[in-house]
């Protein structure tokens, strides 16, 4: 029971609220996270680890390099090892039809600045012998890097807590009311949270704050099977990326490697549970020891997955709330705001400190699902054929309120 008052409440205390909480206690303002379970441990605490570069929309560069530029430093800003590893990335293309994705990937990124080469198939397999010659070419951008998730997702709960963000862990946000100030939350441990601002960072269960405020948005929830395997021989090399999502390799902890592959699975909300059926990992096994035989003889450990929200045009939702001053969203990441969330937080507290930021976002901002959205059906329907129906009927009561 009780009450806080703070500048900045931060509902979410994933990667995004806790760099948002850093960055804005580096600019003075008082913060609370709320976070209704353990900060860090969902998404932002189970993810590839991949901190890729190459193969972003074109609008993301400035994020993204931005990013990236503070996980390099993260070591050092931390105090602690982040489990950072600037091995590189490796986008592969096993059929001609696929080459001119690694090519267009390799020239935006060179757009945004990036040294990134394509090299066809003999060449990707001299450079990286642990592959096959499924491989037809390759895109090798050398700057980018992988994390250990679980490791740097805790370091940086840490660093927002050493930086004097006030963490209220296993507490859920029931409702969030405006008042002539800012805010008023309640939760369901009864501590009641006044603040002038606040921060939708609730990752998957971002989309119902938002629904509440009038701004319904197409989101749905999944994450990538993902496992580790004991290889005979060990993978110490850059993270492969098979372009038609196939198979996702890197390098692990203690000689294991971490494998991934795609079509996602459903997560569910209400449980945060996701299920891999084994039928699939046997099928990323035998996957992995088409392209990379090199590795040898395969002992497969970990399986798992993890809640993302993910938007029909895989950007994500950062900027204003069209509906209520004062509110700032910063979810959707859909697979790919783990390399993000540094360069989220510097630029959550841009908008929050000086009402504006140097870092591009336009293109994320969450008007563009207000009106008539066209869902891209054909993404959606593999993951539940009734989500279009189910937002057009969130639509409706939206515009009814
Ligand atoms: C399996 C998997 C693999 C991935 N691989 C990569 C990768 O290799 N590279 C990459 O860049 N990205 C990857 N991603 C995506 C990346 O992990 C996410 O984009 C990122 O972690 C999102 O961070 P977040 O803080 O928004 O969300 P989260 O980490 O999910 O945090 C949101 C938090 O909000 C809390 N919350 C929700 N509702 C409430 C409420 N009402 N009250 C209080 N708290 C609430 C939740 O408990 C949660 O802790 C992957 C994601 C998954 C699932």
Same mark, same amino acid.
């Given at each position: 029971m009780g009450s806080r008052s703070v500048d900045v409440a931060i509902i979410g205390g994933g990667l995004m609220g806790c760099f948002s909480a850093y960055h804005l206690r580096q600019r003075g303002r008082s913060v609370a996270i709320i976070e209704k379970g353990k900060a860090g441990a969902a998404a932002s605490g189970v993810n590839f680890g991949n901190l890729r570069l190459q193969g972003r929309h074109p609008a993301?560069?400035?994020?993204?390099?931005?990013?990236?530029?503070?996980?390099?430093?993260?070591?050092?800003?931390?105090?602690?090892?982040?489990?950072?590893?600037?091995?590189?990335?490796?986008?592969?293309?096993f059929a001609d039809d696929d080459l001119p994705k690694i090519e267009r990937a390799a020239r935006d990124a060179q757009g945004a600045g990036l040294g990134v080469e394509v090299v066809?198939?003999?060449?990707?397999?001299?450079? &990286?012998?642990?592959?096959?010659?499924?491989?037809?070419?390759?895109? &090798?951008?050398?700057?980018?890097?992988?994390?250990?998730a679980a490791?740097?997702?805790?370091?940086?709960?840490?660093?927002?807590?050493?930086?004097?963000?006030?963490?209220?862990?296993?507490?859920?946000?029931v409702a969030v009311e405006p008042t002539a100030s800012g805010f008023a939350i309640t939760t369901d441990t009864g501590?009641?949270?006044?603040?002038?601002?606040?921060?939708?960072?609730?990752?998957?269960?971002?989309?119902?704050?938002?629904?509440?405020?009038?701004?319904p948005i197409p989101m749905f929830a999944a994450g990538p099977p993902l496992f580790t395997v004991l290889p005979e021989h060990g993978y110490a090399g850059p993270s492969l990326h098979a372009v038609d999502g196939t198979l996702l390799l890197r390098q692990g902890n203690d000689r294991e490697a971490v494998v991934g592959f795609f079509p996602r699975v459903r997560a569910d909300l209400a449980t945060g549970l996701t299920h891999v059926p084994?039928?699939?990992?046997?099928?990323?096994?035998?996957?992995?020891?088409e392209v990379a035989p090199g590795l040898g003889r395969l002992q497969q450990g970990r399986v798992w997955s993890g809640v993302e929200g993910y938007l029909p045009d895989m950007l994500p939702v950062i900027g204003w709330s069209g509906s209520t001053p004062g509110l700032l969203h910063a979810f959707g990441f859909s697979g790919h705001g783990y390399q993000l969330a540094p360069g989220v937080g510097a630029v959550v507290a841009d908008l929050l400190v000086d009402g504006t930021t140097a870092?591009?976002?336009?293109?994320?901002?969450i008007q563009r699902f207000a009106g008539d959205v066209i869902p891209d059906e054909k993404l959606w329907s593999e993951f539940d054929p009734e989500l279009v129906a189910k937002f057009r009927k969130m639509q409706a009561s939206a515009s009814n309120a």
């Open positions: 993301e560069f400035p994020l993204s390099l931005r990013a990236h530029a503070l996980w390099e430093d993260l070591s050092r800003s931390t105090g602690e090892d982040c489990g950072f590893v600037p091995c590189g990335h490796v986008y592969l293309a066809g198939g003999p060449e990707a397999r001299r450079r &990286w012998p642990v592959l096959s010659d499924v491989v037809k070419g390759a895109s &090798w951008s050398r700057r980018d890097a992988i994390a250990d490791v740097a997702s805790q370091a940086v709960v840490r660093l927002a807590m050493r930086a004097g963000a006030q963490m209220l862990d296993r507490t859920t946000v501590v009641m949270v006044t603040c002038g601002q606040v921060v939708n960072a609730a990752g998957a269960w971002a989309g119902e704050l938002a629904q509440k405020f009038g701004e084994m039928e699939r990992v046997e099928r990323g096994l035998v996957r992995l020891a870092t591009p976002l336009d293109a994320f901002t």
